[in-house]
């Protein structure tokens, strides 16, 4: 069965009138009447008929008309989801960050971002890398920043920043109280670190593992705020991004350890799904994190 001729069938029977039907197709009076002569000829049936100068369903062609009431409502509402749905996805911008960012360069962006779209609602989600990428494919948020790694096809990124990560621990850690030190001499060393599936913990162990060093890792958690303060009141280490850390080393609370080996590089991606329509908010967010 041609759609196309259900569809034409639907709007004659809605008007009883070809030239109607044709303006609402925007289509000729002779397409429509073609249209439906196909129809009949598809079906084998008789629809309708004319009869002094109007035209009449048949039995067979009110029951397809009623039926066909049904599906084109049903069209209808399908039609009204997609609206509401795209006018949706233009209303709102969900957000997924690391928690590095969280708290430093987001505010800055929204803000930014919200003087140009006012009455865009903004959700900023946290998370690990790893299930912040979850979350993007599940379309649980329109675009997240993560710790660079390698991504799958169906995922766009962009570079947004880089940072670096310090070692630090308590000013009376014996590292502390020594000049630029060897990653060796980590091995076997508590070190505080976040939990599986953080960006940093990938980078941080990777690095380590380059020099064969392998820590003894006392402490897993996902609390920045637990592991500073965890930090303080034992003799561990951690490496936590400069600027996470900025007011406890000026303060004095902890000390920074310096490495030989320099400081170990942490990159950040906004990642997208690839191959979708990006609304107008979004696509200026993206443009804004492209120059922060």
Sequence with gaps: MNLKHLETFHHFCEFMSMTRAAQHLNVTQPAISQ????????????????EHNQYIL???????????????SRVAQIEALFEKVRKSTQERLWIGTTKAYACTVMPDL???????????????????????????????????????TEYDSSLKAMPFAQAEFVLVARPDHPLAQQGAVSIQCLAGESLIIREHGSGSRHAILKKLRQHGVTPSLVVESESLSFIMEYIQRKMGVSFILSHEVEHQLAEGLLKQIHLEEGTIVFNADIVTRRDEPMPPP???FLKIAKRS
């Design 58 to 72: 048949t039995p067979a062609g009110e029951e397809v008309a009623l039926l066909n009431k049904r599906i084109f």
């Design 35 to 50: 249209q439906l002569r196909n129809f009949e000829a598809e079906c084998g049936v008789k629809l309708f008929y004319r």
């Design 282 to 284: 979004m696509r200026y």
């Design 110 to 148: 929204i803000a930014e971002f919200q003087r140009h779209f006012p009455r865009v609602h903004v959700r900023l989600s946290e998370g690990n890398s790893a299930d912040l990428i979850t979350r993007l494919r599940k379309r649980k948020e329109d675009l997240v920043v993560v710790a660079r």
